[in-house]
């Protein structure tokens, strides 16, 4: 929506700047998308005089000027033919950019002889095409500003453009006074009141108009026109072709020009039919379809049966409220006419319009919802103007239908204002405010006007008020906290535990994924899932059927991608959920993690190596270790069916697994397509317990003075029992001297069972005993060791080597 700033003061008495208005503007929520102020690019400019004009000694078309300026006497070389003593011309002062040529100028030398600066034609100064001489001004003093004589003389010349973006909920700013009435409202002047006149009619109208009776609820419930005969359809005054132009529309005529100048003043769309070219009367219809129709924009659409036409004898003149026909089109040789202004519903208007891809300024406003009840009003306002700028004399108003009743009222209630907004707006203010925006109030009932179609609640009210009283000024309140001190942490333990987790993981060399929560039915199934009660119901694809049972699944896809493009040494890792059924409980927490190919680099020594179990074990203890679990757990050997069955296990504690670690099962690594060895971890979050102690202190470092003492012992035991029954039961000899027990040897093979019999293995383990009160004697230390050989030996059914 684009008008000018003295079309504007039409509506608006303002002394408001052009960035005051600007700011209102945009702060109402007409957003101002461009400001086009000619009057910026000219306020360099001062006015001078010529005092004498002397030939240029070395070039016959040149004359050397003496300008007087308000910086004194200035020598200025000077090409146009009207150069001349006595004459008031505009200066361009070295320094200024001149926007015509696109030039700074500078002091220059023109053949040998210094001028200081230029004076100015209209096309230098983008005023008009006109270049033949420097402009001379009629009057004028020395040193005043060129842009303030203009704004006397020239206004149009500088008047602002606005153009502002409309929201599809505020059809009323569609037209110049709807913005004027805005600002109004706000405080930047007052808003001029619009006398409608009825125009007598002199004769009854020879046209009569009918809306089909299906029409008059949903589609036309009033159409209303009137016949002006002997207009003079010439050119349009200079002032309102300037107006049209100034907003980007071409002037064509008189009669043409009136009706868009209705369109964007006051958001009233007309027509007019040249009644020369129009057979019997006018009936508003639907179409029975396929009828086609030669619009204004010189292009023939076909009409769909139902679509509002106006008809006459000759057939469809007019789509309703979206544009008028060629054949009944005014021109230069139209003296009888008939100014059409009718009310069409928005719904039927954006249908027929986007059928047939038709944009027009009619049907912009129309689908948008026009004032209904400015329809005559508008008619009346139309006839003046054509009378005035054509002449003629009008006719009784020919009309059908009536106005629609769109009245509403909803409660105005001050204090949920006042709440709902933030702001401190007295009851007062809001009654002002609501009454500027043309709202009645009954009481606390507020009636919209009839041009606001939007306001539909009590919401609106609110919105209404605020925005007039400006969200600017809305200052920031904190909340009120419910608790005094020091506030509690923001983050649940458990989602502290999933960043640590997180953090951990990445720490250790792996790259985090996020991947779909949905996989597959083959994948699923793969990995205990693939249910019913995880079927999605509309999936995006037929690779995201399944709510995924395990993290594993999408890392496996994505380390099979990966190695279809080269990169075959993979360290990938998720935290997220994984669903074991369609109900909210039935979902737990996982962290993930998959090292595939080699466990580093190639480098001379030979260090480079397949990864193992074990680095998925070290890396699982050391997430585990983060989160807090406990130190001690048993490793088991209940797996699922996607573990390796023989090089993986399952940390627990009882009953509550904690997680899983080892190498992949080969098969399901063929299955999802990659290209082993792999190894993986999967950590169940939420099966972690929590400490018991919740504050965030350590305990105190406990250290000991006294000489620590390590005992070596080898057992011989069946080669299918675990090195870890082993340490847990040599832990478990005296818990308070024992500090820990490593396994650092084992003799197993072919060697072995050679020297200890069939089936034997020898596990080696190192027992530290640290005292804390007293130095251990020889005495307690055979007595700890004759424990632990008897409790390893009780738990693995081995014997103490010999």
Same mark, same amino acid.
């Given at each position: 929506?684009?008008?000018?700033?003295?079309?504007?003061?039409?509506?608006?008495?303002?002394?408001?700047?052009?960035?005051?208005?600007?700011?209102?503007?945009?702060?109402?929520?007409?957003?101002?998308?461009?400001?086009?102020?000619?009057?910026?690019?000219?306020?360099?400019?001062? @006015?001078?005089?010529?005092?004498?004009?002397?030939?240029?000694?070395?070039?016959?078309?040149?004359?050397? !000027?003496?300008?007087?300026?308000?910086?004194?006497?200035?020598?200025?070389?000077?090409?146009?033919?009207?150069?001349?003593?006595?004459?008031?011309?505009?200066?361009?002062?070295?320094?200024?950019?001149?926007?015509?040529?696109?030039?700074?100028?500078?002091?220059?030398?023109?053949?040998?002889?210094?001028?200081?600066?230029?004076?100015?034609?209209?096309?230098?100064?983008?005023?008009?095409?006109?270049?033949?001489?420097?402009?001379?001004?009629?009057?004028?003093?020395?040193?005043?500003?060129?842009?303030?004589?203009?704004?006397?003389?020239?206004?149009?010349?500088?008047?602002?453009?606005?153009?502002?973006? $409309?929201?599809?909920?505020?059809? %009323?700013?569609?037209?110049?006074?709807?913005?004027?009435?805005?600002?109004?409202?706000?405080?930047?002047?007052?808003?001029?009141?619009?006398?409608?006149?009825?125009?007598?009619?002199?004769?009854?109208?020879?046209?009569?108009?009918?809306?089909?009776?299906?029409?008059?609820? /949903?589609?036309?419930?009033?159409?209303?026109?009137?016949?002006?005969?002997?207009?003079?359809?010439?050119?349009?005054?200079?002032?309102?072709? /300037?107006?049209?132009?100034?907003?980007?529309?071409?002037?064509?005529?008189?009669?043409?020009?009136?009706?868009?100048?209705?369109?964007?003043?006051?958001?009233?769309? @007309?027509?007019?039919?040249?009644?020369?070219?129009?057979? #019997?009367?006018?009936? $508003?219809?639907?179409?029975?379809?396929?009828?086609?129709?030669?619009?204004? %924009?010189?292009?023939?659409?076909?009409?769909?049966?139902?679509?509002?036409?106006? !008809?006459?004898?000759?057939?469809?003149?007019?789509?309703?409220?979206?544009?008028? #026909?060629?054949?009944?089109?005014?021109?230069?040789?139209?003296?009888?006419?008939?100014?059409?202004?009718?009310?069409?519903?928005?719904?039927?208007?954006?249908?027929?319009?986007?059928?047939? *891809?038709?944009?027009?300024?009619?049907?912009?406003?129309?689908?948008?919802?026009?004032?209904?009840?400015?329809?005559?009003?508008?008619?009346?306002?139309?006839?003046?103007?054509?009378?005035?700028? !054509?002449?003629?004399?009008?006719?009784?108003?020919?009309? =059908? #239908?009536?106005?629609?009743?769109?009245?509403?009222?909803?409660?105005?209630?001050?204090?949920?204002?006042?709440?709902?907004?933030?702001?401190?707006?007295?009851?007062?203010?809001?009654?002002?405010?609501?009454?500027?925006?043309?709202?009645?109030?009954?009481?606390?009932?507020?009636?919209?006007?009839?041009?606001?179609?939007?306001?539909?609640?009590? +919401?609106?009210?609110?919105?209404?008020?605020?925005?007039?009283?400006?969200?600017?000024?809305?200052?920031?309140?904190?909340?009120?906290?419910?608790?005094?001190?020091?506030?509690?942490?923001?983050?649940?333990?458990?989602?502290?535990?999933?960043?640590?987790?997180?953090?951990?993981?990445?720490?250790?060399?792996?790259?985090? !994924?996020?991947?779909?929560?949905?996989?597959?039915?083959?994948?699923?199934?793969?990995?205990?899932?693939?249910?019913?009660?995880?079927? @999605?119901?509309?999936?995006?694809?037929?690779?995201?059927?399944?709510?995924?049972?395990?993290?594993?699944?999408?890392?496996?896809?994505?380390?099979?991608?990966?190695?279809?493009?080269?990169?075959?040494?993979?360290?990938?890792?998720?935290?997220?959920?994984?669903?074991?059924?369609?109900?909210?409980?039935?979902?737990?927490?996982?962290?993930?993690?998959?090292?595939?190919?080699?466990?580093?680099?190639?480098?001379?020594?030979?260090?480079?190596?397949?990864?193992?179990?074990?680095?998925?074990?070290?890396? @699982?203890?050391?997430?585990?270790?983060?989160?807090?679990?406990?130190?001690?757990?048993?490793?088991?050997?209940?797996?699922?069916?996607?573990?390796?069955?023989?090089?993986?296990?399952?940390?627990?504690?009882?009953?509550?697994?904690?997680?899983?670690?080892?190498?992949?099962?080969?098969?399901?690594?063929?299955?999802?397509?990659? /290209?082993?060895?792999?190894?993986?971890?999967?950590?169940?979050?939420?099966?972690?317990?929590?400490? /018991?102690?919740?504050?965030?202190?350590?305990?105190?470092?406990?250290?000991?003075?006294?000489?620590?003492?390590?005992?070596?012992?080898?057992?011989?035991?069946?080669?299918?029992?675990?090195?870890?029954?082993?340490?847990?039961?040599?832990?478990?000899?005296?818990?308070?001297? $024992?500090?820990?027990?490593?396994?650092? =040897?084992?003799?197993?093979?072919?060697? +072995?069972?050679?020297?200890? #019999?069939?089936?034997?293995?020898?596990?080696?383990?190192?027992?530290?005993?640290?005292?804390?009160? *007293?130095?251990?004697?020889?005495?307690?230390?055979?007595?700890?060791?004759? *424990?632990?050989?008897?409790?390893?030996?009780?738990?693995?059914?081995?014997?103490?080597?010999?």
């Amino acid at each position: 929506m684009k008008f000018t700033l003295s079309w504007l003061k039409d509506h608006l008495d303002t002394t408001a700047t052009v960035d005051e208005i600007a700011y209102a503007l945009t702060d109402l929520g007409l957003e101002v998308e461009e400001v086009i102020d000619p009057a910026a690019k000219l306020a360099a400019f001062t @006015l001078a005089r010529v005092t004498a004009a002397s030939q240029h000694p070395d070039a016959d078309r040149l004359r050397v !000027c003496t300008v007087q300026t308000d910086e004194g006497e200035k020598q200025i070389v000077c090409g146009a033919p009207n150069a001349r003593e006595g004459i008031t011309v505009v200066l361009c002062k070295p320094g200024d950019y001149v926007p015509g040529i696109d030039v700074t100028l500078s002091i220059g030398k023109i053949r040998g002889v210094e001028s200081h600066g230029m004076m100015a034609s209209e096309r230098e100064l983008e005023l008009s095409d006109e270049h033949n001489g420097i402009i001379e001004l009629p009057s004028g003093e020395v040193g005043q500003k060129f842009t303030d004589w203009l704004a006397a003389n020239r206004p149009e010349a500088v008047d602002p453009v606005f153009d502002i973006a $409309i929201t599809p909920n505020r059809p %009323d700013a569609l037209g110049v006074r709807g913005i004027a009435r805005d600002l109004a409202a706000r405080g930047l002047g007052m808003l001029k009141p619009l006398e409608v006149e009825p125009v007598p009619g002199g004769f009854p109208s020879p046209v009569s108009v009918s809306i089909d009776p299906a029409l008059k609820e /949903k589609g036309c419930p009033l159409f209303a026109g009137r016949v002006i005969r002997g207009v003079t359809n010439g050119p349009s005054p200079e002032w309102l072709q /300037k107006r049209l132009r100034a907003i980007g529309l071409r002037p064509i005529s008189a009669l043409v020009d009136i009706t868009n100048y209705f369109t964007y003043d006051l958001n009233r769309p @007309l027509h007019v039919f040249d009644m020369a070219k129009v057979a #019997g009367d006018l009936r $508003i219809q639907p179409a029975k379809g396929g009828e086609e129709f030669l619009a204004l %924009d010189e292009k023939t659409y076909t009409v769909r049966a139902g679509d509002i036409v106006i !008809c006459d004898d000759n057939g469809v003149e007019s789509l309703a409220g979206i544009m008028g #026909g060629e054949a009944s089109g005014a021109d230069e040789n139209t003296v009888d006419v008939f100014l059409e202004s009718a009310y069409w519903t928005p719904i039927t208007i954006a249908a027929t319009g986007r059928a047939l *891809k038709i944009n027009s300024d009619a049907r912009y406003r129309f689908e948008r919802g026009v004032d209904p009840e400015f329809t005559l009003p508008g008619l009346e306002l139309a006839t003046q103007m054509v009378l005035d700028l !054509c002449g003629g004399e009008a006719s009784e108003i020919a009309m =059908d #239908g009536a106005v629609p009743d769109t009245t509403r009222a909803y409660r105005l209630d001050p204090a949920r204002v006042i709440s709902l907004v933030g702001m401190e707006i007295p009851e007062a203010t809001q009654r002002e405010t609501l009454t500027a925006l043309g709202f009645t109030l009954n009481g606390d009932m507020a009636t919209p006007p009839s041009w606001r179609p939007d306001v539909l609640g009590e +919401a609106d009210l609110v919105e209404e008020v605020a925005r007039i009283a400006s969200l600017t000024k809305l200052k920031g309140t904190p909340m009120a906290r419910e608790t005094s001190g020091v506030p509690g942490p923001i983050l649940t333990p458990m989602q502290v535990r999933t960043r640590m987790a997180r953090r951990t993981i990445a720490s250790l060399g792996y790259n985090e !994924c996020v991947t779909y929560s949905f996989i597959d039915a083959a994948s699923a199934t793969l990995f205990g899932g693939g249910a019913d009660a995880t079927k @999605l119901d509309n999936p995006i694809s037929s690779e995201m059927t399944h709510m995924r049972p395990d993290l594993l699944p999408g890392l496996l896809q994505a380390a099979s991608r990966n190695q279809a493009r080269g990169f075959t040494d993979l360290a990938l890792f998720e935290v997220g959920p994984a669903f074991s059924g369609g109900e909210p409980g039935e979902q737990v927490v996982q962290a993930a993690g998959l090292l595939v190919g080699q466990a580093g680099p190639r480098d001379p020594w030979g260090s480079r190596r397949p990864v193992d179990l074990y680095d998925a074990k070290a890396d @699982l203890e050391a997430a585990l270790s983060a989160i807090g679990a406990p130190a001690r757990a048993q490793i088991t050997r209940k797996l699922d069916g996607w573990w390796h069955p023989g090089r993986a296990g399952t940390l627990a504690l009882g009953p509550n697994v904690l997680a899983s670690f080892g190498e992949v099962h080969p098969k399901t690594l063929r299955e999802m397509g990659v /290209k082993g060895p792999a190894v993986a971890f999967t950590i169940r979050l939420e099966n972690v317990p929590f400490p /018991k102690k919740k504050g965030a202190t350590r305990p105190a470092l406990s250290s000991s003075d006294l000489q620590a003492v390590e005992r070596d012992f080898a057992f011989v035991m069946d080669s299918q029992v675990e090195a870890i029954t082993a340490v847990n039961a040599a832990l478990g000899a005296d818990k308070k001297l $024992i500090d820990s027990v490593q396994v650092f =040897d084992q003799f197993t093979g072919a060697k +072995a069972e050679e020297q200890m #019999g069939a089936g034997k293995k020898s596990i080696a383990l190192s027992v530290r005993l640290q005292p804390t009160d *007293k130095t251990l004697t020889d005495a307690e230390i055979e007595a700890v060791s004759a *424990k632990i050989v008897d409790k390893v030996s009780k738990a693995t059914g081995g014997s103490l080597r010999s």
